[in-house]
């Protein structure tokens, strides 16, 4: 449930918008973002902070196509909830992901290779392993929720067609992960299961002045490999995202919703573990104003709440059961410098409760960032 807003707004563009091309040839895009979290009592830690900076840029190749890079640095501590624990932090860069994107027929059908460059931390420690589970919080949303794996690589297409005022979309992806040591007491290799993703996307107008996008993902993976063996599988997941853009005067109001369901996976003790993703459903709902002020300023106002359940590890057969709540709220505001240069600050405040295995613990945090964009 990686990123789940931002990726599932990319890939409605991504399906539906294939015929639009960026004016700019080469764009550079970094950022720095810090954020912290307060847990009340009734967990092991009592707060958890962030800081990251990530780096990408993106390439147009003339009318064949455009290569992607992203990658970034990350700090993570977590605090103890006791004196006589200690506090556990990790840093170092993430994996690297690239795409190479082929129009095969321009505006039409277009080639998708890309993949994982294992550049992030791959083996950690055993005690290390709380830092893995509290940044994987789809309720918080970290910036970065991932530290490394072993790589992978992808192959698979996208095509847009129009359909009078609409315009539908349809992509299929399939990919193949690399054996990595995720543990550092253990020799054990773990292959994690190749995965086919198939996308439908929408878009069209709703009167004059409202537009709607709809996406959805079905996604299937094989069994995880331990040493070749296979072992623990993860659910099949279901995704589906809709957005409602409302032009008032100048701004566009949007309004979106989320949900991603994943199926229950099979739970079975391995040398590295157990599987740590039990059946689940993520809902969440917002709202961006994206008002422009002036003719270099901007100000967007936004909210979102997000809803998690899970099927307890302890009883993996069970029914569904509350994980948390979240509301975050913020505000960007964005600045203009000339046609190729443009700055905006993030900054944004969250509220919510976690369950965990007995009454549910409020937590209180925040989020600023800047980031910058660069084209030319």
């Not at 740590?276 to 100000?299: E, H, K, M, Q, T």
Request: proline content about 5%.
């Amino acid at each position: 449930m990686k990123h789940a807003a931002i990726g599932l707004t990319v890939l409605t563009l991504a399906l539906c918008g294939v015929g639009t091309e960026a004016q700019q040839h080469i764009g550079v895009h970094s950022a720095g973002f810090a954020e912290s979290y307060k847990f009340d009592e009734g967990l092991d830690f009592e707060r958890l902070t962030q800081f990251s900076i990530p780096l990408g840029f993106d390439l147009r190749l003339g009318r064949w196509g455009s290569l992607a890079v992203s990658s970034s640095w990350v700090y993570t501590r977590l605090e103890s909830a006791t004196s006589s624990d200690e506090d556990e932090e990790m840093r170092g860069l993430s994996d690297t992901d690239f795409r190479l994107s082929v129009n095969l027929l321009p505006s039409r059908l277009v080639l998708i290779l890309g993949g994982v460059i294992p550049t992030g931390i791959e083996t950690v420690e055993p005690r290390e392993l709380a830092v893995l589970g509290a940044i994987s919080s789809d309720i918080i949303g970290l910036i970065s929720n991932e530290l490394g794996t072993g790589g992978r690589v992808a192959m698979g297409f996208v095509g847009a067609f129009p359909l009078g005022r609409y315009a539908f979309g349809l992509a299929a992806t399939v990919d193949n992960s690399f054996a990595y040591r995720p543990v550092s007491d253990t020799t054990a290799q773990l292959k994690p299961g190749s995965q086919l993703r198939v996308r439908l996307g929408f878009e069209g107008p709703l009167g004059s002045r409202s537009y709607l996008r709809f996406a959805g993902v079905y996604a299937v993976r094989s069994k995880d490999k331990v040493d070749g063996n296979p072992v623990n599988s993860i659910g099949n997941r279901l995704t589906g995202y809709v957005s409602v853009n409302q032009a008032i005067g100048s701004s566009a109001l949007i309004f979106y919703g989320f949900d991603v369901y994943r199926a229950d996976p099979q739970l079975e003790p391995t040398a590295v573990g157990s599987a740590v993703l039990p059946a689940g459903n993520l809902l969440a709902v917002g709202f961006r104003w994206d008002v422009p002020a002036a003719r270099v300023w901007s100000i967007t106002p936004r909210a979102e709440f997000r809803n998690s359940h899970l099927v307890p590890l302890e009883d993996p057969g069970g029914s569904m059961k509350l994980a948390g709540r979240s509301l975050r709220a913020g505000v960007d505001f964005g600045r203009k410098f000339g046609r190729h240069f443009s700055l905006v600050l993030q900054c944004d405040g969250l509220t919510g409760f976690v369950v965990q295995e007995g009454p549910r613990v409020d937590m209180v945090g925040f989020r600023v960032g800047l980031h910058g964009q660069l084209t030319w």
